[in-house]
């Protein structure tokens, strides 16, 4: 649905962009822009296969290497709002050749972790004129609450999940990773360029029962790489025999709530929001 506004006497569409990643998130985006009267245009890169959801709505594909192109599609689309979301693999960035938009982003960086390369994104979208929103504007339905969210917690799997979390919040603040998986103590794996449903994979193959935690940095921009984890990730955890999924509470999009919950109960696994305040 759109809302048309009286602008300096002319009607003007609101229309914000997405510049879409795999996985649900972009489509509980366009959901919740739709909701607030707003026209959402999703921005893909070329070869990703579409949801269901997102058939009908307005697409527009980039290659992955052609930042130019797209933000002249953006001004062109006259978009004023963007949100960047979902998953996107790093490893694309190393057989892709970059223009000189993406050079100049890259010459900003100190190095190619995602923080550093993102926030250059944010300045080259905004030295636009494009505002980048905060993800959690639309999605704070979703952010993982404080405490039991599905099953109950013993003592002892409290204390791994507290030992966990002591290694992923450094972790995530050096920009390295998001999730650790730990066993009595003990590290058992660490996120690399895999992700996180590869970590627990690997986890599982290494020790059974052992606990995951997924955090934030201390200073999580909420405008781009958002921990998240939803339906593909617990079934990566019943598959290894995770006992736990530790969630920074307040701090990690969980989407598919009432579904995890429904298949973490169903297999014995716990799910926990975990918060030192």
Excluded at 52 to 81: A, H, P, S, W
Excluded at 197 to 219: C, H, P
Excluded at 232 to 239: V, Y
Aim: hydrophobic residues 45%.
């Amino acid at each position: 649905m759109l809302v048309e506004m009286l602008w300096k006497g002319e009607v003007k569409i609101v229309k914000a962009g997405i510049i879409a990643g795999e996985g649900k998130l972009p489509v509980l985006i366009g959901t919740e822009m739709e909701k607030a009267e707003i026209q959402p245009v999703f921005f893909y890169t070329t070869g990703t296969k579409l949801p269901k959801e997102i058939e009908g709505q307005r697409v527009f594909y980039f290659e992955l290497g052609d930042l130019n192109k797209l933000t002249d599609k953006m001004l062109e689309e006259e978009i004023e709002e963007l949100v960047l979301v979902g998953k996107f693999t790093k490893l694309g960035f190393f057989t892709t050749q970059l223009d000189s938009a993406w050079q100049k982003i890259l010459a900003k960086s100190p190095n190619f972790q995602n923080e550093p390369v993102l926030k250059a994104l944010i300045e080259h979208f905004q030295e636009k004129g494009i505002e980048v929103l905060s993800q959690a504007k639309y999605l704070k339905n979703h952010i993982a609450r404080k405490g039991p969210i599905a099953g109950e917690i013993t003592s002892e799997l409290f204390t791994e999940v507290e030992f966990g979390y002591e290694i992923a919040k450094v972790l995530a603040d050096l920009d390295i990773s998001q999730t650790v998986v730990v066993k009595k103590r003990a590290v058992i794996a660490l996120e690399g360029i895999d992700g996180t449903n590869a970590t627990i994979l690997r986890a599982g193959e290494l020790a059974k029962d052992a606990v995951a935690l997924k955090v934030s940095s201390s200073n999580q921009d909420w405008r781009l790489d958002v921990p998240t984890i939803g339906l593909d990730t617990i079934k990566a955890a019943i598959k290894s025999n995770i006992s736990v999924i530790g969630l920074e509470a307040q701090k990690v999009f969980l989407i598919d709530k009432e579904e995890c919950i429904k298949l973490a109960n169903e297999n014995g696994l716990i799910i926990y929001g975990y918060s030192k305040e």
